[in-house]
């Protein structure tokens, strides 16, 4: 397939230096497939590539963002997992298939370019069969945020029906784990400071609502909920000073996951509770190949819809930047093809 395409990328930091470009559609290498990008979904990193030195230059421009879904229209030579016409997701952590994590791992968007292009060659590695159940603008929603849920309360967590979870915010993180978590008989409290926000988290499924600036010693209101017994996990999107907070509300044998820094990347907190309860404080970071084809595979059998608080044209990628500043109420997607 020959031709131009336009694509997002930059090559210093800083979103003032994003261009869409128009460039030459790439050529699938052996072991590669063709994607037609269909859409891409926007996470809190690609504020953090782009705004804060996630580039640092180089002879090639890097191409933001990271969770894509698409169309493989062309195959290289060798290629075994896909054929063309398949629906495809990416996955967020490019070589993590299975078991620990690698020391030094590589990411779409950062580490190696990314998919906000109409269209990208990924090695067929790198790829996992979309969900049946959504379009392209839905499956786009999970690599990232939805396998983050997915690897706190299932694959680490084995979250139970009857347990309580906490999640905090309003972003595409905490409503997959309201979906996820309700699905699978748990009780749900969210923790945000909108109170429009909170009263729509409950029609989602959410059993409780806590305002943060309101209540902001927001742990005493969940041990209050749970009868003084404490959450058995804590979706800790914050850090800094509130990992202090949930280490007061997790329950004895407890689990803490923690996935975001928006406090900052250092915490200094009294660790007397994490003591007496023996909980278990894990860093999260997304998830692997296998989590993400079991992912698909319960989206599919549980009816999972993500929820999309507004999609953008290619074209408008800088002002769907400035809705993720604003903070959205799920997630924020890029439609790259209809």
């Keep these: 397939m020959g031709g131009t395409m336009k694509r997002w990328q930059m090559r210093q930091s800083g979103r003032q230096h994003l261009e869409l470009a128009e460039v030459e559609i790439p050529k699938p290498a052996p072991g590669e497939v063709l994607v037609r990008v ?6 809190y990193r690609e504020k953090l590539v782009i705004d804060m030195g996630g580039y640092t230059g180089g002879p090639q421009a890097l191409v933001p963002t990271s969770d894509m879904a698409g169309e493989v229209v062309a195959v290289g030579a060798g290629v075994q997992r896909f054929k063309e016409g398949a629906r495809v997701i990416a996955n967020f952590q490019t070589d993590w298939v299975d078991g620990p994590p690698p020391r030094s791992p590589r990411a779409l ?3 190696v370019p990314g998919v906000l292009a109409e269209y990208v060659a990924l090695p067929e590695q790198w790829l ?21 849920v997915w690897t706190a309360l299932m694959e680490l967590g084995g979250l139970r029906p009857g347990q309580t979870v906490v999640t905090q915010g309003t972003g595409g993180v905490s409503l997959f784990a309201v979906q996820l978590a309700s699905a699978m008989g748990a009780r749900v409290i969210v923790v945000s400071g909108d109170e429009g926000k909170l009263a729509r988290v409950r029609e989602l499924g959410a059993a409780h609502g806590i305002h943060r600036l309101h209540t902001p010693d927001w742990e005493k209101t969940v041990l209050e909920l749970t009868q003084g017994r404490g959450a058995d996990h804590i979706l800790e999107l914050v850090g800094g000073e509130n990992l202090g907070r949930s280490a007061r509300a997790i329950a004895p044998g407890g689990r803490i996951s923690l996935i975001g820094v928006l406090e900052g990347f250092e915490a200094r907190f ?12 894990q860093g999260i970071f997304v998830g692997h190949r296998r989590g993400l084809e079991e992912l698909v595979s319960a989206v599919d059998r549980l009816a999972l819809k993500p929820v999309i608080d507004a999609v953008y044209p290619l074209a408008e990628f800088p002002k769907a930047l400035e809705h993720l500043d604003r903070g959205p109420f799920g997630k924020l997607v890029i439609r790259v093809r209809s």
């Design 38 to 43: 269909s859409a891409v979904s926007l996470n």
């Design 109 to 111: 968007g950062g580490s």
């Design 128 to 148: 996992v069969a979309a969900p049946e159940t959504l379009d392209g603008v839905g499956a786009s929603t999970l690599p990232c945020a939805a396998l983050t």
């Design 270 to 281: 009294q660790v007397v509770p994490l003591i007496q309860t023996q909980a278990i404080v």
